[in-house]
């Protein structure tokens, strides 16, 4: 029996592993959370331990464990580092799931839960991959470390000092990565850039304490009033991004770039109609995927403030909140982006109110791997054997940080080899993994490990 | 053993009472608190009879039920009818309380909890002044009429076609209205006008679901900016309220109320100390407290939408959404204060989002007593004799929608006689009551009534 005649006689047994594994609530973010982050990381660690891997370690760091594992025993052959990421967002808002987000559920061919997606489906893959060599040939075609991370969703905060401090006992030639989704259900594709993350927080408080709008309105200042302010003039009429400075260093898109997105079968119509928006909106002067893949972005991901039950209460709210993120290109720092956003706020606060910021520990600078990477065209060989087509390389503007993380602190490239897909709800309530992907990733991987088993560790060295 | 010796000899007794009735939660605005609006009331008309009121009935509304009582055998004196009501403003947000909202608290000569003035400490003072004149002197110095409603937190909503149906049984020479809080707590004052009230809330919505803020951001609507434009767009740059046509019907200040308010003895700095704002803010070309008492507002009351836990949310939320309520002055509707706000919302609507707007139920005119009304002079004389000082005549901002509800459906004037001041902290967390207005209240309303008994009805008929 070979390792993919092992998963295909296991689907079922798989299946239900993913099912345990989404059922753990282990979401990074909120602390009140942790106990299930302890929980997750165990879980995949004895997942390592039954496929036969060796050295599994649950790695403390000053934030989330990070879980390792190896298997080394292939001489001259490639050696590959495998990442993945156990947390999850989290699931607010409740009331929009259709089965609850930690009772994964399976409907019409796919599973639905939190995390499913992003990441625990695309993460058990190479887990189980390994399983089904160890478990057949009772050894792998290749040289394989796994890192399995607890903090993506946060930004990989603690992520880049714990590679830095185990760079020996992690070099790897290359990081085949289970995160980083295909575009579309419809084609093979490889993401080869994403954009990066600054995150901010901050609130305007007006009078020490919630006032009666009878007795006090019009007299002070409303933090909601204030807080409206602020965000409005963060852009301008034309949807660019109005704070000073933002775009100084984005590079700009190269023509090769520009033509090649522009060259991608999208339909701007069909993308509206799937996500239900009425229309396209951003910068001027860019296209829908421009704006989307290759131009840095500032959102409000959530606004607070005053009295938000059912019927009226008139209040003055004595504070207000709003959470932002930038998404930025090659160019931008996250650090200087949430200095330059601090000040627009700074310069823009209206009397009668005191402004607080929080900068986020969550930035991540933009990343693309080079364009001749083997591992890349090997991924790109495996996507055409499996699908019969060949597979488009795209360039999601969401943020994956351990592309920046493993080129700094390894020297490895990171081809990006996930099975989920971009329209699975991942960040939005009902996410869900397709069945079928989890059938293609397992043929998938197996196939990529087979094949760069055949080719010699020097030629990846050279490439990263 | 006269009225006065009554209740001074039962003032421990009295506030028990106003503790187990400021323990009932009778939120009007949420329809989670139900029963405890039904439980208010019988706890009203449970201490009317008691106090030896006759025809004491809880009456049902459309809304929420009307507590009515009287006693109409004191031949050829005068009519009142006494107002006040037994519902309360919402207790959010309870993380600020330092006691909770429903467990009444006595802390340095102050009674907190929710509603315990506004109105429950105030309305309970004319009951206890009915049960003191009946347990003493076995009858009342004049005839008297008690509606005590349970709506006046969501604009007196059924209040005034229950008046209007019941107008030949409600009928009075004019109001004594319990509710209708004292400016300042150094100097006694009468409220002889207020505000109206227009209420309304609207959700914009872009795309169908949240989205990934990484993989869509910058194609799509974003409904937090979209809804911060839109706040942002209601006032312009003087802090006038930008929506045509608002200021249109407003009836300009007379130049008698203006120099009235600006003798009024006011420090703005220590005003704004007092409330902890920084600056006092709002519309360019008047006085703050012209700003408060006579202008028209608009205030946001609540807004929100997406990621509000700790932590970061990479979404763009789907919906956002804002509660609206404006003050009015005389000459504007509240209907066609909805209908121009409508229509700048609607005008000003960005691209790439739906708007929805719900118009509220909570509208009310303005309204002001006829500055000779007899009561009101009466009022004065029991004030100076209570007090030892003058009182000084008020027009704050708040909204009571029974002074023009009275005056339409039985033309009776209402004179505002309540001993809860303005800076207890109604409609916000930490509510108090003074325990001293407890007693210049039944004091108060003791002499009222005693001093009324001794004039005759035609003269107040007359006045209405």
């Given at each position: 029996m070979g390792a993919l005649e092992y998963v295909e006689a296991r689907r079922a047994e798989i299946l239900d592993e993913l099912i345990a594994f989404a059922s753990?609530?282990?979401?990074?973010?909120?602390?009140?959370y942790a106990k299930h982050i302890a929980e997750a990381a165990e879980w995949v660690a004895e997942r390592m331990r039954r496929a036969g891997l060796e050295h599994v370690t649950i790695n403390p760091t000053e934030g989330h464990p990070v879980v390792t594992a190896d298997w080394l025993h292939a001489k001259g052959a490639p050696t590959i580092l495998v990442y993945g990421h156990y947390d999850v967002q989290p699931p607010d808002p409740l009331d929009k799931w259709q089965s609850p987000p930690f009772q994964p559920q399976v409907r019409n061919h796919r599973l639905y839960a939190r995390g499913v997606s992003d990441d625990k489906g695309p993460m058990l893959i190479p887990i189980k991959t390994a399983e089904a060599f160890l478990k057949t040939a009772?050894?792998?075609?290749i040289n394989l470390k796994l890192v399995i991370e607890g903090e993506e969703e946060r930004g990989s905060a603690h992520l880049g000092a714990f590679v830095a401090a185990n760079a020996e006992r992690l070099r790897a030639d290359f990081v085949l990565s289970a995160d980083g989704a295909m575009w579309r259900p419809d084609e093979p594709s490889i993401t080869v850039a994403n954009r990066g993350l600054a995150a901010l927080e901050f609130t305007v408080t007006g009078a020490g304490k919630d006032l009666h709008s009878g007795r006090h309105g019009g007299g002070v200042a409303n933090a909601l009033h204030a807080i409206a302010t602020l965000v409005a003039s963060l852009h301008d009429d034309k949807n660019r991004?109005?704070?000073?400075?933002?775009?100084?260093?984005a590079k700009p898109i190269s023509n090769s770039v520009r033509q090649a997105v522009a060259a991608l079968p999208f339909s701007e119509e069909k993308y509206l109609q799937s996500i239900g928006a009425p229309a396209g909106v951003g910068e001027e002067g860019y296209t829908l995927l421009e704006r989307q893949w290759l131009r840095p972005t500032l959102e409000l991901n959530g606004m607070w403030g005053g009295y938000q039950g059912p019927g009226t209460k008139t209040v003055i709210p004595t504070t207000a909140g709003a959470k932002i993120t930038c998404r930025l290109v090659p160019g931008q720092e996250p650090d200087e982006i949430v200095a330059l956003v601090s000040d627009h706020l700074r310069k823009h606060c209206p009397t009668g109110v005191t402004l607080d910021i929080a900068p986020g520990d969550h930035g991540s600078i933009a990343y693309a791997i080079p364009d001749d990477h083997p591992g890349l065209a090997l991924a790109e060989r495996v996507l055409q054997e499996v699908y019969g087509k060949p597979s488009i390389r795209v360039r999601m503007?969401?943020?994956?940080?351990?592309g920046l993380i493993f080129r700094e602190a390894i020297g490895a490239e990171t081809v990006f080899f996930s099975f989920?897909?971009?329209?699975?709800d991942y960040h939005a309530p009902n996410e869900f993994f397709r069945l079928q992907r989890l059938d293609d990733g397992l043929k998938a991987w197996i196939r990529y490990w087979e094949l760069l088993g055949e080719r010699s560790a020097d030629e990846f060295l050279r490439a990263s």
């Open positions: 753990i609530p282990s979401v990074s973010t909120d602390p009140a009772g050894k792998l075609p991004i109005a704070v000073a400075g933002f775009y100084d260093k503007g969401a943020t994956i940080p351990i989920s897909t971009a329209d699975e």
